[in-house]
């Protein structure tokens, strides 16, 4: 199937982008692994998604998930 | 399979054995299973059950399209039957001629079988759900453009959901009924599966009564079993950071 094609079919049966729905379960793991971890800093989680910085991590976090993920670390 | 028959033009009676036929390979796990072979075509047919609701999957092969085969059988049927793949001319029990295409599918009541057939194609795959008096006597309740079938099937008669059989399947349709077989195929005949398969019925009727799929949209269960798979891929290895470019 040619991509378009495959973009198009994939929006028409989930009625979310592919790119969406993977930020959606790339941030839904990285809520997971915070509630089973022990993260001090946010520095330490933007490797898994595809940001480049904290500030960015911590808007996109909070979009997909709707907590802003400052309020999940752990205290030192 | 009792009191099903098949016939060809030529060839007369085609005797329905039990099974299915060698090299046969989508083989439902558990199946009431039943076949035709003949010179180098066959068709080959599997009844589960999944809760009320009986599930009929058909492959045909090899088909000759200068032969007409019928069938025929005495149970009455509340069906909505998908074709998943090929196209023949049927006619439904001297309904009238129509083509039935990949991607299309029919709801009908038939107090008996006697349908014909011409094949288009060599192959032919058909899905049909058999729907239960009880549980189609509660969806007529909820969806009003049932009731003339729930008195057609009452009275014994014919009856059709829309005057132009069949109707094109929507893609999300389409995309629960893969996922539906893909469990079946698995030997998952579990309340998931049930809940799917009474969630595809509903999706089934509630678009074809409501909201017409369009028929510009040209997806192909091959098609849309590619998005699955991808929908599949995008969930999984979700430590490893991945760009998405398609």
Redesign the interface.
Known sequence: ?I?????K??K???DIT??E??QQ??YE?IYEQMKNSNYTTLSELV????TQNVTEFAKQFKRYIGVDPKNLLKKE | MAGFKIFSKFHGELQLQAGLPKKFNKIIPGAECGYVAHNEMYMAFQRVKVGPYGLVFSHYNGMSNSDRYSCEDDEPVIEINFNIDGKARIDLTSHDWVVFQPEYHEIMILPYVKDQVHFLTNNLENFGIHIPYSKFKLLAKKFKHLRPLLKAYENQKFGFLNKKIPIKTSIKSMALLIQLTQRIERGLYDQITLEMLEQLIEQSLVQDIENKPSKKLKFSYVDIERVINFHRKLRSDLSVPVSIKI
């Open positions: 199937m991509p378009g094609k495959l973009r079919g994939f028409l049966v989930y592919p790119y729905y993977r379960c790339v793991y490797d898994m998604s595809n």
